[in-house]
């Protein structure tokens, strides 16, 4: 007799509608799964095996074949083991195969009929809602996930025996709901503050008007002069989260295993890998790709701490995702597109010993050192970076003073506003920000009057700019102008947007 449960695969973060065949057949006593399974799939023959014996339930012993399909797509983790298990119930008889096949059946089986929490059922979720599939039994874990998905009729089940009562109609199983309004509502408090930072009143201007346009952003200061501080309290005076983003966010921390307790990713991500962090750790990959801290980062901010301590060809990485919002990872069986459209900052110390320029202590390195130190970043990695800040050290009158600055909040209303005018220019381009603008769009909405013209040409000349940089000059321009609700780019947004690009050639050769 062949029954079917049906149940859900993942590739990147997009799921699919796997079948779930079971075939029981008289024969020698088997067990077999096709359908492309992965090591973790073949072994759920002997979970669920043990796991309805260990219930009470009847498994065949006759030949006993599982079919995944499609049989084309690799099929991977312990989601399956619930759906065969049901199938295996169903297809002896002891389920009606009917009632088996409508809901949705995920969860990883423990020996003695536990079910497990598995990784990817958000994205699962949001597929079964397209296909008009909203009943879904998941692991009780899980089920805060994939009820905040509108419109799903989300079952959690925390034993075998309890689906098994629920499918007979002896037991029915309760409804999970978690409106996605109550995981917002404080979201906006964070215990960081801008105002926390004290002096660094340049530092704050550029990290505005990096939040402002979602522009790259570097720090290069002494140790101790606050690059920390501030690139943690960029998130502070970044909009809040839409729940599209979120959930697109919280669909990237459900494949990779990282939502723990929260159902849904509700305050932008802040991502700070060690400088000694793989190829695989940074972008994403492995054997069994899995995304990397740039994806981790989708929606937030990438801090890179010590930045030419991250060996160059790991820096180099992260051209891809800065250019286009995106990282493929090819491997011989699969193509996988993780979303990667993040803030990065960097921070770095001006030389080895942290003190090149200081005016209080003196600097140990020689010039070659220097010279090697920056070397590390390689001049298409630092073209892609839109605001190259100085960080000095604090002096002691800003420590001891009393002066309160500007709360997060404060510069976040800014930023809001000056988002919104970039909604409504580009509400027809498919642009979300300044920093996203192409060359067309850069000619659209950035010209410039002969007064400013005649100074971004200086300035090209002078520095030595790229082709890049001088388009990354005109969107910063733009960005200032946003924050001031000016409708042209004025001379003196332009020579705002210029310094910040002073350090390609004054400082880095």
Known sequence: MVAKTFAFGVLGIQAFLVEV??????????????????????????????????????????????????????????????????GVLAASGFLDPETAARPIL??????????????????????????????????????????????MYVLPASHLADVVEHLRGTRPLSRAQVPASDLFSGASQDPLDLSDVKGQEHAKRALEVAAAGAHNLLLIGPPGSGKTMLAQRLPTILPP???????????????????????????????????????AGLVGGGHVPRPGEVSLAHHGVLFLDEFPEFRRNILDLLRQPLEDGQVTI???????????????????????????????????????EIQRYRGRISGPILDRIDLHVDVPAVKVEDLQGDHRAESSPQVRARVMEARERQRARFRTEGIFANAAMGPKEVKRHCALDPHGE???????????????????????????????????????????????????RTFWM
């Open 21 to 86: 065949e079971v075939d029981v057949a008289s024969g020698l006593p088997s067990f077999t799964v096709v359908g492309l399974p992965d090591n973790i799939v073949r072994e759920s023959k002997e979970r669920v095996k043990s796991a309805l014996l260990n219930c009470g339930y009847p498994f065949p012993m006759d030949r006993v074949t599982v079919n995944l399909a499609p049989a084309h797509l690799r099929k991977e983790g312990a989601a399956f083991d619930l759906p065969m298990a049901i």
């Open 106 to 151: 995920l969860g990883e089986l423990s020996l003695d009929g536990r079910i497990k929490a598995v990784t990817g059922c958000l994205p699962m979720a949001i597929r079964a809602r397209e296909l008009r599939r909203e009943i879904m039994i998941v692991p009780a874990e899980n089920a805060p996930e994939a009820a905040i998905v509108d419109g």
């Open 241 to 279: 989260l839409s729940l599209e983003e979120s959930l697109e966010t919280s669909q990237i921390y459900s494949v990779a295993g990282l939502l723990g307790d929260q159902p849904l990713i509700v305050r932008r991500p802040f991502r700070h890998p060690h400088h000694t962090i793989s190829d």
């Open 330 to 368: 090819a491997r011989a069986s699969m193509t996988l597109t993780y979303p990667a459209r993040f803030t990065l900052v960097a921070a770095m110390n001006p030389c080895p010993c942290g003190f090149a320029g200081d005016p209080t202590k003196p600097c140990r390195c020689s010039a070659l």
């Open 454 to 504: 005649r100074l971004l040409q200086e300035a090209v000349r002078t520095l030595h700019l790229s082709a890049r940089a001088y388009h990354r000059i005109l969107k910063v321009g733009r960005t200032i102008a946003d924050l001031e609700g000016a409708e042209r780019i004025a001379p003196h947004h332009v020579l705002e947007a210029i310094q910040y690009r002073s350090l390609d």
